[in-house]
Structure formats: structure tokens, C-alpha cells
């Protein structure tokens, strides 16, 4: 039986950040039920139209998710264990912005079944937080992350963004050891990257955002690699850092390329050979999951508005682009060859050969043969790996 991650779009948000560009509305609440009883009937409609389904992660993410109530959560998470066969150990994460969480909350969310907490902390500084248009301040981080603490989490992720316009070393420094001060389980770090259509991205060409040093950025993220292995984080990706036991096992779903199906609005699922997305808009989200919407064939619901098959070609890109994100374990040779039919070295023998001239990548050995990794000095340059790997059979 294939074993899935599910993730769920909750794309409500109070408040549009400015350099976000993720499907998410801003004052769109008072259609909450409605979505997630739509989302409750897209569960069920893709379940139905499958043999049973096993789950071994189940992802809210947003949007901000955590604007749902307790019982909402509960509600969803009744129908999955109604519908699919959940893994008693699944790992059940939500994202949440420190803002919207109360100690009552956090110990309603531990009661409905979410075992890992993802804050949006971003920054520790009331300028940068301003400057991104967050809502929170430190200090309901602190609280937010006492609360979940006492509820009983102890899969705690902290995530945060440097390379902010207007952002020193110094003060990245200060931000990481506040986060670090919380103790998280585990970090993601994300350079600011201004997406195409966000007022960032507007301002920065307008000429009303300093310019970012690449130089810094990347002095920013050796410091935070240093700064984190000396505390025992083990970089596992080239933006997370966990300890011991607390990989994001969702997340290392979509890098070790196996299937997950996405429900909600602008919701994207992959199953070998398909890839596919969810309509956009909240209400055309609703609309086309009314009662006696008509099903569709496995995976996609009525939702679905976009898919796309995937030649064998294609996926072995996609498994090398993601796999060699894993820092540590990159893209195990054996597992390629079970998977594709065909060797590594077969299907890339010149983008291999290309990248080892380079030295951009090792070959290192683990229990089930040899694994092909970025060498460390290629994390900041991954995406020049990346290329060569993709658009080879075009
Ligand atoms: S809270 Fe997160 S998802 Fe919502 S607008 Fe801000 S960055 Fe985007």
C-alpha cells in the first residue's frame, strides 16, 4: 500500500504581508466554515475514489491555519482518521503565526492531534517586523512558544528570514540567538527572495528598498550554519536544521520524491506520473466542492484545475532537484536505479561528469550503497547544481 502526505491549504491570512506571494486572502474570514467543510468533502470525495489510503504526515499550511478554530482542526483531522488509514505515529503539523495563538488554543490543538508547531517568527527585531508587515512582536513568540511548551508540544519549529533589506550581520546575529534562546526543535532560514508582483518586489525596483549584499547573505547563512552546528542542529536540507528525531518527516516527503496529495485552494499533489494543483480562488474552491460535486479519477478532485503527467524523463529531474536538497543524504543511487529502471550515472553521465570537473558534488557511502550529495561549498550555489541537472532530454 502507498503511503501518502497529505497537506492542507488554509489560505486565510488578517493581513497581507508585503513580500508574500503564496495564494492566501486577507480578510476572508467570515467564509472559514464553509472552507472547511469543503475541505472535509474534498477529503472524503479523494478517499472514496481510491483504494484505502495510508498517511504518514498530515500538513496545514497557509495562509495562516492557525486562525482556525481548535474544533475546525478537530474536524478535518476526524474525517482524515474516518477516511484514510492515519499512521498512529503520523507526524501532524500546523503552520501558525505567533500572533494568533493563546495557551487555550495551543492545548485544544495538542487535544485535536497536531503534534508539531511551525511559528512564523521571521525576525526577533520591531523594525524588520514592521518593515515585513508581520503582525506579532517578539514577545508573543516568547508567550506563543510557553504556551505550546506547557500544552505538551515538543516538535517545535522556528522559522526565520535574513537578508532582509537594510540588515547587518549584527543583527542577524541577534535574531538567531533570540530564536536559539526558545530552544526549537528545529529552524528553517530563508533568504528574502523578492517574488515578482509583491510590493517588495515594487519598492526594490522603485528604488525604495536598499539593495542586498549577495556577499552577506551568504556570510549570514555560513553564520548561521556555524552558530547551529556548534549547538548541535544538524543541517538535514540547505534551509533546515533539526535535532536529533525532529526532521520535518512532511517536508522530506516532497525532497525524497514520494506522493503526497494537496487539498484546499491552490493546494499542489504529486503522484508518480502526475502532478497537479487546486483552483486559485476561495470561492470558486467552494463552488466547485458543493454537495454533489461529481468525482474525478484518483488523485484529483472537482477542485482540481490544473495537472500535469510527468514523463519518466521529467520525474528524474524533479527526484534529482529535490533529492539533492537533502544535505546529508542527497539521492541515493540504489534507490534511483529501483525506482527509474536505470542507473544515476546512465540517465546523467554528463551533468555528473559536469559537476564533479566543478567539485560541486561527492559521492558518500551509506548502508544501502552510494548517495550523491552537495559538497558544503555548493549549499549557496545549489541552484547552478540544479540546472544541470534539469531539461536534459529536451
Ligand atoms: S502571514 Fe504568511 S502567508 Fe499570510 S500574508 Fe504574511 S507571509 Fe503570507
Redesign the pocket.
Same mark, same amino acid.
Given at each position: 500500500m502507498n503511503t501518502y502526505g497529505l497537506y492542507l491549504h488554509i489560505p486565510f @491570512? %488578517?493581513?497581507?504581508?508585503a513580500? @508574500?506571494?503564496?495564494n492566501?486572502y486577507?480578510r476572508q474570514e467570515s467564509l472559514l466554515n464553509a472552507y472547511v467543510e469543503a475541505l472535509c468533502r474534498e477529503l472524503k470525495t479523494v478517499a472514496a475514489s481510491s483504494a484505502p489510503l495510508q498517511v504518514e504526515t498530515v500538513f496545514f499550511g497557509?495562509?495562516?491555519p492557525s486562525l482556525m478554530q481548535p474544533a475546525q482542526y478537530a474536524r478535518i483531522l476526524e474525517t482524515i482518521a474516518r477516511n484514510y488509514r492515519l499512521k498512529p505515529e503520523a507526524e501532524i503539523s500546523t #503552520?501558525a503565526?505567533p500572533g494568533t495563538l493563546s495557551p487555550t488554543g495551543l492545548r485544544g490543538l495538542r487535544a485535536a492531534g497536531l503534534n508539531r508547531l511551525s511559528l512564523?517568527v %521571521?525576525s526577533a527585531h520591531p523594525a524588520e517586523l514592521r518593515l515585513? #508587515?508581520?503582525?506579532h512582536d517578539f514577545s508573543a513568540v516568547i508567550r506563543s512558544v510557553e504556551a505550546a511548551r506547557s500544552a505538551g508540544f515538543d516538535n517545535l519549529n522556528l522559522d526565520l528570514i535574513y537578508g532582509l533589506p537594510g540588515q547587518s550581520l549584527a543583527r542577524w546575529e541577534e535574531n538567531l540567538s533570540w530564536a536559539l534562546r526558545l530552544s526549537p526543535d528545529h529552524l528553517s532560514l530563508y533568504a528574502l527572495t523578492l517574488e515578482q508582483g509583491t510590493p517588495f518586489a515594487h519598492w526594490a525596483r522603485r528604488g525604495l528598498l536598499p539593495p542586498v549584499d549577495p556577499d552577506l547573505v551568504a556570510e549570514m547563512y555560513t553564520l548561521a550554519q556555524e552558530r547551529l552546528a556548534s549547538l548541535g542542529y544538524a543541517q538535514y536540507e540547505i534551509s533546515n536544521w533539526a535535532r536529533e528525531g525532529k526532521h520535518c518527516r512532511h517536508n522530506l516527503i516532497y525532497w525524497r520524491g514520494q506522493p503526497y496529495l494537496g487539498f484546499g485552494a491552490g493546494a499542489h499533489g504529486y503522484v508518480p506520473g502526475l502532478r497537479y494543483s487546486n483552483v486559485l480562488s476561495i470561492r470558486s474552491y467552494l463552488a466547485r466542492l458543493q454537495d454533489g460535486a461529481r468525482p474525478r479519477t484518483f488523485p484529483l478532485s472537482p477542485a482540481a484545475a490544473q495537472r500535469q503527467r510527468l514523463a519518466p524523463a521529467d520525474e528524474t529531474e524533479e527526484f534529482m532537484m529535490m533529492g539533492l536538497r537533502l544535505t546529508h543524504e542527497g539521492v541515493s543511487a540504489t534507490r534511483f536505479q529501483q525506482r527509474f529502471g536505470q542507473t544515476l550515472e546512465d540517465r546523467f553521465h554528463k551533468p555528473l561528469q559536469r559537476v564533479f570537473a566543478r567539485g560541486l558534488v561527492e559521492w558518500v557511502n551509506f548502508p544501502d550503497g552510494p548517495h550523491l550529495r552537495l559538497v558544503p561549498v555548493a549549499y549557496l550555489v545549489s541552484n547552478q547544481v540544479f540546472v544541470e541537472f534539469i531539461q536534459t532530454h529536451r
Open positions: @491570512c %488578517q493581513h497581507r504581508c513580500y @508574500c506571494d503564496f492566501t486577507a497557509g495562509g495562516t #503552520e503565526n512564523g %521571521q515585513l #508587515e508581520r503582525s
